[in-house]
């Protein structure tokens, strides 16, 4: 299945792209797609970042369901 | 009217202006059942870094699930206190030192309302909302990525 991944702040620096889409296995979790972004961009495991599937923040056992909108979030600096 | 609690616009192009301030505040004149209102803004400070000052922070922001986040914030707050009115502003782009970057106004009937809803807004944003920031570095077009404590 195809998985449409939005980066943000310095993950998109790493990724020279804003978004891209990948393609992943059929019930994937998060914690495989980390590990799929891990071998592709080897700088991003070393960055502190959650994951938001479909707008909510996952966890390493978030299943990713088909044709999810999967967001790559660095550490938060608002206010 | 307020209560409706619909989902607002927080983010602003740039700084927030003391005027936009001013005139917020005038708005709430004609709601006399306020006793208090609560302000909190966000400043951008001139952080000395080892490659120099900071002159700014340029905010990006995972924008759908930010507003949908503010939109969680002020609901939980207005269940969670007993607040007449609310509103969140938070800039996007860049903002320099010394202007703001964060607008938080409750106002409720009494005091303690106000402050304590404040003080969890403010809070909650912080951790919560995907924001994200450069703190920009002299005129070289150095940065730093911010990140909330």
Known sequence: MTINILYFGMLAEISQQAKESLSGKENMTVRDLKQQLCEKYPEMCERKFKVAVNQQIGDDTTIIPLSAEIALLPPFAGG | ???????????????????????????????????????????????????????????????????????????????????????????????PTGEISLFVFVSSAHRRTAFEASEYIVEQIKTKVPIFGKELIGPAGEYIWKENK
């Open chain 2, 1 to 95: 009217m307020d209560k409706l609690h619909k989902p607002r616009k927080v983010f602003v192009s740039g700084a927030i202006s003391p005027q936009f301030v001013a005139d917020s505040i005038a708005k709430h004149q004609s709601k006399v059942d306020i006793g208090a209102h609560a302000i909190f803004l966000g400043q951008i400070r001139a952080d000395e870094k080892t490659e120099g000052f900071v002159t700014g922070i340029e905010y990006s922001a995972y924008e759908e699930m930010a507003e949908q986040t503010f939109h969680e914030i002020r609901e939980d707050a207005f269940s969670k206190f007993d607040l007449i009115c609310m509103h969140i502003y938070h800039s996007i782009g860049v903002v």
